[in-house]
């Protein structure tokens, strides 16, 4: 059953219901604002929700060349598998 969390973020506060665990989701809701507190330094003058926007940026990219690193290991181990396969089989027809 899911749980309710509440979360702050840029000063809202947020409730959302959960089945991953309230620390998973406090560890996120950290992991954000901590983001934006890095953006809003380097960025002075960025409003709130531009400062947002970026982070939300940021975390996408993150998120991609993590999905495309992950595809990449996937084909690498594929093929690695290919060829044990390949190579069982040499030795099973010998």
Known sequence: MADMVEVTILGQHFKL??????????????????????????????STDRVALMAALQIADRYFQ???RTEGNKELANGRIQRLIEATDRVLAE
């Open 66 to 68: 993590l999905r495309q």
């Open 17 to 46: 219901r959960t089945d991953t665990g309230n620390d998973y989701v406090h560890e996120l809701a950290e992991y954000v604002e901590s983001l934006v507190e890095e953006l809003r330094r380097n960025s002075r003058s960025a």
